[in-house]
């Protein structure tokens, strides 16, 4: 069993004009040694011991039969041994339109970032908006008590138009007495000249 998943892994390698080397584990110790020690331990049976065939890409670890022949069943066998497929390859189309795929999600992703961006502004505009009302509001409030204050103060101007304050009364009652005093004050010159008068 273990030969014919060797034989069938190193049949599809040449078969695909892919570069490798065999390593014998079976006559020589260092080999065993150097695989047993570079398959990670998820990948190692429960005696701790993996079998042959294991894949690796210099010190990259690939993968054991299992995997081998999964990567080659979907058409992914270039990416499980770590190579750049060769143009033509199934793999290649694939890899194409992943990328072709990924673009469009980027794009997508670009345009949806450019609607929340025009929302979020929208919303900014929105706010902007409702302060600029509050703020309108706000003046019309102060316009109105303003108004307010201005009505208040103009019945008390329309008295004082109509009804003199207490100086002005007691002003135009001096200005009364003081003219009565003059009209006596010149009556009594006028006496006083006509005593004159009639002395001579």
């Not at 980027?106 to 908006?129: C, F, I, L, N, Q």
Request: aromatic share 4%; net charge negative; glycine share 6%.
């Amino acid at each position: 069993m273990i030969k014919k998943k060797q034989q069938e892994v190193v049949g599809f390698l040449e078969a695909n004009k892919i570069d490798f080397q065999q390593m014998d584990i079976a006559g020589d110790e260092d080999n065993r040694k150097w695989m047993r020690e570079n398959v990670p331990g998820e990948k190692k049976p429960q005696n701790g011991i993996p079998l042959p065939p294991q894949i690796f890409n210099e010190e990259r670890y690939c993968g054991d039969f299992e995997s081998f022949f999964s990567a080659k069943e979907e058409n992914i066998i270039y990416s499980f041994l770590g190579l750049a497929p060769p143009p033509g390859t199934k793999e290649t189309e694939k890899s194409d339109a992943k990328e072709e795929k990924s673009d469009a999600v980027e794009e997508k992703s670009e345009a949806m970032e450019k609607s929340e961006a025009t929302e979020e502004k929208s919303e900014a505009t929105e706010e902007k908006s409702e302060a600029t009302e509050e703020k309108s509001e706000a003046v019309e409030e102060t316009e109105t008590h303003t108004e307010d204050k201005a009505d208040e103060g103009a019945p008390e101007e329309a008295q004082s138009d109509q009804a003199p304050s207490e100086d002005q009364q007691e002003n135009e009652e001096e200005h009364a007495v003081t003219g009565e005093e003059e009209e006596k004050q010149e009556e009594g010159e006028g006496n006083e000249e006509v005593e004159e008068q009639e002395e001579s």
